[in-house]
């Protein structure tokens, strides 16, 4: 075992979005600041070069703090008040100055112009090391302690650090990072996955993989207790696409960060009910059925979608789901089979048996309760001198750049207190 023996101002443990953003901000700061940033893997960095499909979608085009903050189903109060610091706007001119050139999509989804995310790894690294900070890799660190001196860190290979603040930027998920911060007393909220696809088997979405439809997506069937004691609906709107193992695409991720920790508790079996035309109710669909029947009597109703609203192989599978035969024509069905049908389109349930077969979960829901950090620094308020930014924090959002500007805004404020 050996000891370092200057100790470091602010030691940053790992090396990623949001460990290398507090280092940088930290160093600007203060210049003369002794900063060590310890990593555990080899290549530092590693989420931000896979992000985006190795595009990296660095923030989301909002500038709202109001607006943004709505879309992180956890720490959404406590980003409000901290866009006020530091927002996308901030994000996208930080890397603008730094030489990164930028696109916005359509949609708000802001990306390098190179398209690639070894632009924004470049600008991370280039910057912390012209800025003077250190970085180690391959130094899980499995211990911290604290005491009036300071702190004092231990990796995986028995190496000892000690500093005088530290920053925990462990992202989610990783068990031996929750208990660095569990062993000074913090409380952890139990990590599951956000951000995931449905495994529906149901013969109704056979042969429709590749579909894309707007529509209306709920978790229906009583999820978890908590859920179904709460009574809250967890709705929400967008396209939908139908794979070869379920669903898929914005509606169905957006389901799954604000449901994560029901589709947990309910180990991802339930019921989501689809509501095809989100514009309808059972009623106001019942009623437009009533009139087709009566304008066009002895078409086929498998063959004719009134509203030409939904594909055609989708409007003949949901039919088919509803009983309807391909040979029966309008006038053959009773107001009860055209409720029954119109149920089934604006409230149709389908059972999810599980996550989606690859490995797509993209954040984690739980982390570092934020009850217990103050928002105007990310410092500790059980542990004076220690800081918490990004993913390891309960703080989780919806894909389009979300997560990361959480990571840049939190980073940010913990970095400017730091260097105070
Ligand atoms: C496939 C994929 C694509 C994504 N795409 C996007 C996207 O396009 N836009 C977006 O906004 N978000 C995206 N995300 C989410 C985003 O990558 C994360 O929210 C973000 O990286 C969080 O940053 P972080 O620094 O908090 O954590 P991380 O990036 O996870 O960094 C934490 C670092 O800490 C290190 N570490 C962990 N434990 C220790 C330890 N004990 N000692 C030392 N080091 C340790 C890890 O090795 C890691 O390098 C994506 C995620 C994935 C998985």
Not at 171 to 190: F, N
Not at 199 to 225: F, M, T
Not at 245 to 274: E, T
Request: with cysteine.
């Amino acid at each position: 075992m050996s000891t370092q023996s200057n100790p470091f101002d602010l030691i940053i443990v790992g090396g990623g979005a949001a460990g290398f953003f507090a280092a940088a901000t930290a160093a600007r700061a203060h210049p003369g600041l002794n900063i060590l940033i310890l990593e555990r893997s080899e290549r530092p960095l590693g989420k931000v070069r896979i992000s985006g499909g190795g595009r990296c979608n660095l923030t989301h085009a909002c500038f709202d703090p109001q607006e943004m903050s709505a879309s992180y189903p956890r720490g959404s109060k406590e980003l409000r008040a901290a866009f006020e610091h530091f927002q996308p706007r901030d994000t996208m001119r930080w890397f603008e100055k730094r030489g990164v050139e930028m696109y916005t999509q359509e949609d708000g989804c802001v990306f390098p112009l190179s398209d690639d995310s070894q632009t924004i790894i470049d600008c991370l690294m280039g910057e912390a090391e012209q800025l003077g900070v250190r970085l180690y890799t391959g130094c899980g660190i499995r211990s911290l302690q604290h005491n009036e001196a300071g702190f004092r860190l231990e990796d995986k290979n028995g190496k000892v650090y000690s500093a005088t603040k530290v920053l925990l930027a462990v992202g989610g998920g990783s068990k031996s990072a929750y208990a660095l911060a569990a062993g000074l007393g913090h409380t952890i909220l139990p990590p599951v996955p956000s951000l995931f696809t449905f495994s529906v088997p149901d013969p109704r979405l056979q042969g429709l993989a590749g579909i894309v439809v707007d529509i209306e997506l709920s978790l229906a069937a009583n999820p978890s207790k908590a859920w179904e004691h709460s009574k809250r609906k967890i709705s929400v709107e967008g396209p939908l696409l139908i794979t070869h193992w379920g669903l898929s695409g914005p509606a169905v991720l957006k389901l799954s960060a604000w449901g994560a920790r029901d589709l947990a508790d309910c180990g991802y079996k339930c019921g989501v009910q689809i509501n095809w035309l989100p514009d309808e109710t059972v009623e106001t669909l019942l009623a437009e059925l009533l009139a087709v029947r009566a304008a066009v009597p002895r078409q086929h109703a498998l063959t004719h979608d009134p509203s030409a609203r939904l594909p055609v192989r989708l409007w003949k599978s949901l039919l088919a789901g509803a009983g309807i035969q391909e040979s029966e024509a309008w006038n053959e069905l009773s107001n009860k089979r055209l409720r029954i049908l119109a149920e089934h389109l604006t409230r149709g349930i389908f059972h999810v048996q599980g996550k989606g077969p690859y490995k797509d979960e993209f954040v984690t829901c739980g982390g570092v309760s934020l009850k217990e950090v103050n928002f105007k620094t990310m410092e500790s308020r059980l542990v004076s001198g220690l800081y918490f930014a990004g993913e390891f924090l309960d703080i989780d959002g919806l894909t389009g750049g979300y997560n990361f500007q959480a990571a840049w805004t939190t980073a940010w404020l913990a970095g400017m207190a730091m260097a105070g």
